[in-house]
């Protein structure tokens, strides 16, 4: 299965201020999803890259607080903007296994705080 | 739409003893049914899934899920657990829609084995 690496794995960051997260994997994907999971909670996918078009949001989910780049096969980044308190979460990127081997592989996840 | 339900939060048990995580879950197509281990300030990890076939599945490390679809059910069980299985465990159903799977996650259930 892929190796995701994630960074940064944790940042404490000032409120207004935005937070780009980076996931970079070991073998070319089509798709790359970001993932939320807010304290005590579940996963909530926030959006699907695709290389070469826009991402698509979930319900709930706006470009422009969550831009995402998807600039090749391999790379994806995450910002999170002018952030509020509630945006302490822990932030999850994820690629979809081979066919024939369903089921995600996830980063190790950035654990953000805002204050 | 499809839907997971985890009724247990937490489960605490001693080492050795056996454990059940519950996971239930609903939808109107067929699913394929995974559970994922999250240990302490790491990302997910896949445990095992069910796609087709045999009911019973089972992971490297003893756990071992059944799928039940009369009952909607796709339980954890492991028969003695180790300290090192202290972990939040989610389950997940995906289905296939716009050309990639759709997962959806349930809450979680932390395992806390005690010495």
């Known amino acids: 299965s892929a190796v995701i690496s994630q960074k940064p794995s944790r940042d404490i960051c000032q409120r207004g201020t935005s937070l780009t997260i980076q996931c970079q994997v070991d073998?070319?994907?089509?798709?790359m999803f970001w993932y939320r999971q807010q304290p005590g909670q579940s996963l909530t996918l926030i959006a699907t890259?695709?290389?070469?078009?826009?991402?698509?949001?979930e319900s709930g989910f706006v470009i422009d607080k969550f831009p995402i780049s998807r600039p090749n096969l391999t790379f994806s980044t995450l910002t999170v903007s002018n952030m509020s308190p509630e945006d302490s979460s822990i932030y999850l990127c994820?690629?979809?296994?081979?066919?024939?081997?369903?089921?995600?592989?996830f980063g190790s996840g950035t654990r953000l705080t805002v204050v | 739409a499809q839907s997971v339900t985890q009724l247990d939060s937490q489960v605490p048990v001693f080492e050795e003893a056996p454990v059940e995580l519950r996971c239930n879950y609903s939808?109107?197509?067929?699913?394929?049914l995974f559970w994922y281990v999250q240990y302490p300030n790491q990302g997910l990890q896949l445990l095992l899934k069910?796609?087709?076939?045999?009911?019973l599945v089972k992971s490297i490390n003893g756990f071992e899920a059944e799928f039940n679809k009369s009952q909607t059910s796709f339980h954890l069980r492991k028969p003695s657990v180790h300290i090192s299985d202290t972990a939040e465990y989610f389950c997940?159903?995906?289905?296939?829609?716009?050309?990639?799977?759709?997962?959806?996650f349930g809450t979680g259930t932390k395992l806390q084995v005690i010495p």
């Open positions: 994820s690629v979809e296994g081979a066919r024939g081997n369903y089921g995600y592989t």
């Open positions: 073998s070319q994907v089509t798709m």
């Open positions: 890259a695709n290389q070469g078009s826009e991402a698509t949001y």
């Open positions: 939808s109107s197509v067929s699913v394929y």
């Open positions: 069910y796609l087709s076939g045999s009911t």
């Open positions: 997940a159903v995906s289905v296939r829609s716009g050309g990639y799977q759709k997962v959806t």
